[in-house]
Protein backbone atom coordinates (compact mmCIF):
# COMPACT_ATOMS: atom_id res chain seq x y z
CA UNK A 1 0.00 0.00 0.00
CA UNK A 2 0.94 3.21 -0.62
CA UNK A 3 2.12 6.65 1.57
CA UNK A 4 -0.82 9.46 1.11
CA UNK A 5 0.66 12.88 0.65
CA UNK A 6 -1.48 16.19 0.09
CA UNK A 7 -2.15 17.13 -3.28
CA UNK A 8 0.73 18.84 -5.46
CA UNK A 9 3.38 18.54 -2.59
CA UNK A 10 6.80 18.91 -3.85
CA UNK A 11 8.17 15.44 -3.16
CA UNK A 12 5.59 13.93 -5.26
CA UNK A 13 7.61 14.47 -8.12
CA UNK A 14 10.53 13.66 -6.54
CA UNK A 15 9.08 9.95 -4.95
CA UNK A 16 7.95 9.24 -8.52
CA UNK A 17 11.05 9.28 -10.51
CA UNK A 18 12.10 6.96 -7.62
CA UNK A 19 8.87 4.51 -8.26
CA UNK A 20 8.17 5.02 -4.79
CA UNK A 21 4.16 4.08 -4.71
CA UNK A 22 2.16 6.65 -3.24
CA UNK A 23 -1.48 8.42 -3.91
CA UNK A 24 -2.64 11.75 -3.78
CA UNK A 25 -5.33 12.57 -1.00
CA UNK A 26 -8.08 12.62 -3.55
CA UNK A 27 -7.50 9.11 -4.76
CA UNK A 28 -6.93 8.14 -0.97
CA UNK A 29 -10.56 9.25 0.07
CA UNK A 30 -12.03 7.23 -2.38
CA UNK A 31 -10.95 3.79 -0.69
CA UNK A 32 -12.28 2.21 2.66
CA UNK A 33 -9.12 1.85 4.80
CA UNK A 34 -8.20 3.04 7.94
CA UNK A 35 -4.43 4.03 7.22
CA UNK A 36 -2.56 4.66 9.98
CA UNK A 37 -1.98 8.84 10.55
CA UNK A 38 1.50 10.04 11.23
CA UNK A 39 1.93 14.10 12.34
CA UNK A 40 5.46 15.10 11.66
CA UNK A 41 6.87 18.12 13.13
CA UNK A 42 9.27 19.55 11.07
CA UNK A 43 12.04 21.76 12.56
CA UNK A 44 14.67 21.16 9.83
CA UNK A 45 14.88 24.81 7.65
CA UNK A 46 14.89 23.39 4.21
CA UNK A 47 11.29 21.54 4.75
CA UNK A 48 11.10 20.44 1.59
CA UNK A 49 14.03 18.50 1.72
CA UNK A 50 13.22 16.93 4.74
CA UNK A 51 10.03 16.08 3.11
CA UNK A 52 11.45 13.75 0.89
CA UNK A 53 13.97 12.27 2.80
CA UNK A 54 11.16 11.14 5.39
CA UNK A 55 8.30 10.26 2.93
CA UNK A 56 10.62 8.32 1.03
CA UNK A 57 11.07 5.71 4.07
CA UNK A 58 7.74 5.78 5.23
CA UNK A 59 6.42 4.91 1.90
CA UNK A 60 8.40 1.80 1.04
CA UNK A 61 6.07 -0.45 3.38
CA UNK A 62 3.27 -2.57 2.65
CA UNK A 63 0.96 -0.28 4.85
CA UNK A 64 -0.81 2.74 3.91
CA UNK A 65 0.42 6.00 5.79
CA UNK A 66 -1.34 9.37 5.65
CA UNK A 67 0.86 12.17 7.20
CA UNK A 68 -0.11 15.54 8.25
CA UNK A 69 3.23 17.97 8.81
CA UNK A 70 3.30 20.82 10.91
CA UNK A 71 5.67 23.52 12.05
CA UNK A 72 6.21 25.89 15.22
CA UNK A 73 3.75 28.88 15.31
CA UNK A 74 5.86 30.16 17.74
CA UNK A 75 8.77 30.71 15.85
CA UNK A 76 8.06 31.25 11.79
CA UNK A 77 10.67 29.94 9.46
CA UNK A 78 12.98 31.79 7.46
CA UNK A 79 14.06 28.87 5.06
CA UNK A 80 10.63 27.85 3.83
CA UNK A 81 8.30 30.37 1.67
CA UNK A 82 5.29 30.75 3.58
CA UNK A 83 3.14 29.82 0.72
CA UNK A 84 4.36 26.27 0.80
CA UNK A 85 3.58 26.30 4.76
CA UNK A 86 0.13 27.83 4.11
CA UNK A 87 -0.57 24.46 1.78
CA UNK A 88 0.84 22.04 3.03
CA UNK A 89 1.48 21.93 6.72
CA UNK A 90 -0.81 23.32 9.36
CA UNK A 91 -0.22 24.12 13.42
CA UNK A 92 -0.27 22.42 16.48
CA UNK A 93 -3.27 24.45 17.50
CA UNK A 94 -4.77 22.85 14.86
CA UNK A 95 -4.24 19.47 15.61
CA UNK A 96 -3.85 18.74 18.99
CA UNK A 97 -7.25 17.45 19.13
CA UNK A 98 -6.44 14.79 16.78
CA UNK A 99 -4.98 11.53 17.87
CA UNK A 100 -2.06 9.57 15.92
CA UNK A 101 -0.67 6.29 15.27
CA UNK A 102 2.76 7.93 15.29
CA UNK A 103 4.74 11.37 15.85
CA UNK A 104 8.14 12.03 14.46
CA UNK A 105 10.28 15.29 15.27
CA UNK A 106 12.68 15.97 12.96
CA UNK A 107 16.22 17.72 13.97
CA UNK A 108 16.86 21.36 13.86
CA UNK A 109 19.98 23.55 13.85
CA UNK A 110 19.76 24.92 16.81
CA UNK A 111 22.59 22.91 19.09
CA UNK A 112 24.10 25.64 20.39
CA UNK A 113 21.68 26.60 22.11
CA UNK A 114 20.59 25.73 25.60
CA UNK A 115 16.86 23.78 25.01
CA UNK A 116 15.34 26.54 27.35
CA UNK A 117 16.89 29.18 25.05
CA UNK A 118 15.20 27.73 22.25
CA UNK A 119 12.83 30.06 19.89
CA UNK A 120 9.78 27.85 20.48
CA UNK A 121 11.20 25.84 23.47
CA UNK A 122 7.79 26.14 25.32
CA UNK A 123 5.40 25.18 22.34
CA UNK A 124 7.63 22.08 21.87
CA UNK A 125 7.27 21.09 25.46
CA UNK A 126 3.55 21.31 25.01
CA UNK A 127 3.82 19.02 21.60
CA UNK A 128 6.19 16.55 23.89
CA UNK A 129 3.12 16.63 26.35
CA UNK A 130 0.58 16.00 24.23
CA UNK A 131 2.40 12.98 22.34
CA UNK A 132 2.28 11.18 25.81
CA UNK A 133 -1.36 11.04 25.44
CA UNK A 134 -1.94 11.37 21.93
CA UNK A 135 0.35 9.55 19.62
CA UNK A 136 0.81 5.90 20.19
CA UNK A 137 4.47 6.05 19.22
CA UNK A 138 7.11 8.69 19.09
CA UNK A 139 10.18 8.78 16.64
CA UNK A 140 12.64 11.29 17.73
CA UNK A 141 15.70 12.06 15.27
CA UNK A 142 19.03 14.24 16.06
CA UNK A 143 18.40 17.28 17.56
CA UNK A 144 14.89 16.37 17.95
CA UNK A 145 15.82 12.75 20.19
CA UNK A 146 18.08 15.32 22.02
CA UNK A 147 15.18 17.90 23.33
CA UNK A 148 12.82 14.78 23.47
CA UNK A 149 15.54 13.01 26.20
CA UNK A 150 15.84 16.45 28.33
CA UNK A 151 12.53 17.29 28.28
CA UNK A 152 11.20 13.77 29.23
CA UNK A 153 13.94 12.38 31.46
CA UNK A 154 16.28 14.91 32.10
CA UNK A 155 19.08 13.93 30.02
CA UNK A 156 22.06 16.66 29.14
CA UNK A 157 23.44 17.70 25.98
CA UNK A 158 26.85 18.61 25.45
CA UNK A 159 28.29 21.06 23.42
CA UNK A 160 31.45 20.18 21.00
CA UNK A 161 33.91 22.48 19.53
CA UNK A 162 34.72 20.18 16.66
CA UNK A 163 30.90 18.77 14.60
CA UNK A 164 30.57 15.17 14.15
CA UNK A 165 30.13 15.01 10.74
CA UNK A 166 30.38 11.64 8.60
CA UNK A 167 29.58 7.87 8.38
CA UNK A 168 30.23 6.03 10.95
CA UNK A 169 30.13 2.54 12.10
CA UNK A 170 27.58 1.13 14.75
CA UNK A 171 26.54 -1.78 16.54
CA UNK A 172 23.84 -3.43 18.24
CA UNK A 173 23.92 -3.59 21.91
CA UNK A 174 19.91 -5.73 22.17
CA UNK A 175 19.82 -8.42 20.91
CA UNK A 176 16.27 -9.95 19.06
CA UNK A 177 14.99 -6.45 19.09
CA UNK A 178 12.27 -5.78 16.58
CA UNK A 179 13.01 -2.37 15.76
CA UNK A 180 16.55 -3.72 14.35
CA UNK A 181 15.12 -6.68 12.73
CA UNK A 182 17.35 -6.86 8.99
CA UNK A 183 20.46 -4.77 10.87
CA UNK A 184 24.03 -6.08 10.46
CA UNK A 185 25.99 -6.94 13.32
CA UNK A 186 28.33 -3.72 12.25
CA UNK A 187 26.23 -0.97 10.88
CA UNK A 188 27.00 2.79 9.29
CA UNK A 189 24.91 5.45 9.88
CA UNK A 190 25.31 9.44 8.82
CA UNK A 191 25.85 11.87 11.75
CA UNK A 192 25.29 15.50 11.35
CA UNK A 193 26.02 17.83 14.85
CA UNK A 194 27.59 19.77 16.99
CA UNK A 195 26.78 18.02 20.40
CA UNK A 196 26.34 15.07 21.99
CA UNK A 197 24.64 12.59 24.61
CA UNK A 198 26.40 10.72 27.26
CA UNK A 199 25.87 6.92 27.53
CA UNK A 200 26.51 7.03 31.48
CA UNK A 201 23.44 9.49 31.71
CA UNK A 202 20.95 7.63 29.83
CA UNK A 203 22.08 4.25 31.92
CA UNK A 204 20.80 5.98 34.89
CA UNK A 205 17.41 6.17 33.89
CA UNK A 206 15.58 2.35 34.11
CA UNK A 207 13.08 3.38 31.38
CA UNK A 208 15.95 3.97 29.02
CA UNK A 209 17.57 0.89 26.77
CA UNK A 210 20.32 1.70 24.46
CA UNK A 211 19.42 -0.24 21.72
CA UNK A 212 22.45 0.48 19.40
CA UNK A 213 25.56 2.67 19.79
CA UNK A 214 28.55 3.73 17.39
CA UNK A 215 31.73 2.13 17.55
CA UNK A 216 32.81 5.35 19.27
CA UNK A 217 30.59 4.74 22.32
CA UNK A 218 28.19 7.63 22.04
CA UNK A 219 24.83 5.95 22.06
CA UNK A 220 22.95 6.03 18.91
CA UNK A 221 19.17 4.17 19.29
CA UNK A 222 17.61 4.87 22.91
CA UNK A 223 14.33 3.69 23.77
CA UNK A 224 11.35 3.65 26.33
CA UNK A 225 10.17 0.24 24.74
CA UNK A 226 7.22 0.24 27.05
CA UNK A 227 5.78 3.53 26.01
CA UNK A 228 7.16 2.88 22.56
CA UNK A 229 9.50 6.12 22.70
CA UNK A 230 12.23 6.01 20.36
CA UNK A 231 15.19 8.43 20.42
CA UNK A 232 17.46 8.44 17.43
CA UNK A 233 20.91 10.78 17.45
CA UNK A 234 21.86 10.03 13.85
CA UNK A 235 20.44 10.37 10.47
CA UNK A 236 19.59 7.62 8.69
CA UNK A 237 17.42 9.05 6.29
CA UNK A 238 20.34 11.67 4.73
CA UNK A 239 19.95 11.49 0.88
CA UNK A 240 23.29 10.68 -0.85
CA UNK A 241 24.87 14.47 -0.96
CA UNK A 242 22.99 15.65 1.62
CA UNK A 243 27.06 15.69 4.29
CA UNK A 244 28.24 16.97 0.98
CA UNK A 245 26.06 20.06 0.74
CA UNK A 246 26.16 20.80 4.87
CA UNK A 247 30.44 20.73 3.40
CA UNK A 248 30.05 22.90 1.00
CA UNK A 249 27.57 25.60 2.74
CA UNK A 250 30.23 25.48 5.57
CA UNK A 251 32.89 25.95 3.67
CA UNK A 252 31.55 29.27 1.82
CA UNK A 253 30.35 30.25 5.38
CA UNK A 254 34.17 30.27 6.03
CA UNK A 255 33.61 27.77 9.42
CA UNK A 256 36.27 25.73 8.20
CA UNK A 257 34.56 22.66 8.94
CA UNK A 258 36.55 18.85 8.67
CA UNK A 259 35.93 16.64 6.03
CA UNK A 260 33.24 14.40 7.09
CA UNK A 261 34.49 10.97 8.01
CA UNK A 262 34.16 7.93 6.27
CA UNK A 263 32.15 9.60 3.67
CA UNK A 264 34.11 10.35 0.25
CA UNK A 265 36.28 8.13 -1.12
CA UNK A 266 39.68 8.52 -0.15
CA UNK A 267 38.47 11.41 1.83
CA UNK A 268 38.76 13.39 -1.33
CA UNK A 269 35.60 15.74 -1.34
CA UNK A 270 35.54 16.17 -5.14
CA UNK A 271 34.76 12.24 -5.48
CA UNK A 272 30.86 11.26 -5.39
CA UNK A 273 29.86 9.52 -2.04
CA UNK A 274 29.42 5.97 -2.04
CA UNK A 275 25.97 4.87 0.02
CA UNK A 276 26.48 2.64 2.84
CA UNK A 277 23.27 3.23 4.85
CA UNK A 278 20.37 3.16 2.39
CA UNK A 279 18.77 -0.35 3.74
CA UNK A 280 19.59 0.68 7.21
CA UNK A 281 17.48 3.62 6.64
CA UNK A 282 14.85 1.38 5.22
CA UNK A 283 14.85 -1.36 7.75
CA UNK A 284 14.90 1.23 10.39
CA UNK A 285 11.22 2.80 9.45
CA UNK A 286 9.82 0.00 8.11
CA UNK A 287 10.12 -1.99 11.20
CA UNK A 288 9.13 1.49 13.37
CA UNK A 289 6.13 1.36 11.49
CA UNK A 290 4.94 -2.24 11.57
CA UNK A 291 6.75 -3.58 14.83
CA UNK A 292 5.69 -0.67 17.36
CA UNK A 293 2.83 1.33 15.38
CA UNK A 294 0.54 -0.92 13.40
CA UNK A 295 0.81 -3.78 15.20
CA UNK A 296 -0.53 -2.09 18.34
CA UNK A 297 -3.02 0.10 17.12
CA UNK A 298 -6.66 -0.69 16.75
CA UNK A 299 -9.25 0.32 13.60
CA UNK A 300 -10.49 3.29 16.53
CA UNK A 301 -7.17 5.52 18.22
CA UNK A 302 -9.88 6.69 20.54
CA UNK A 303 -10.34 3.23 21.56
CA UNK A 304 -6.62 2.82 21.87
CA UNK A 305 -5.91 5.33 24.36
CA UNK A 306 -8.81 4.70 26.74
CA UNK A 307 -7.46 1.29 27.09
CA UNK A 308 -3.70 2.20 27.31
CA UNK A 309 -4.17 4.89 29.58
CA UNK A 310 -6.67 3.73 31.92
CA UNK A 311 -5.87 0.23 31.90
Known amino acids: MPIKIPNQLPAAEVLEGENIFFMDADRAYSQDIRP ?35 YTESYTPSHTPMDHLTEFYGTFH ?15 PVEHLAFEDVA ?9 EW ?20 YHYGVPKYYMEEKISGVFPHRILTQHEK ?24 EKIPELTILAEMESGDPYIIANLEERQ ?22 KAGLNPNVPENYYPD ?24 YYVYQGTPYELDELFRDHREG
Not at 52 to 64: K, S
Not at 94 to 108: I, P, Q, S
Not at 120 to 128: G, S, V
Not at 237 to 247: A, G, K, Q, R, S
Open 36 to 70: LRLLILNLMPLKAVTETQLLRLLGNTPLQVEVDFI
Open 94 to 108: EVRHRKYDGFLVTGA
Open 120 to 128: YAEELDEIF
Open 131 to 150: SRSNAYSTFHICWGAQAGLY
Open 179 to 202: LLRGFDDRFFVPHSRHSRNKKEDI
Open 230 to 251: FFITGHAEYDPLTLHNEYVRDM
Open 267 to 290: DDPTKTPIVCWRSVAHMLFANWLN
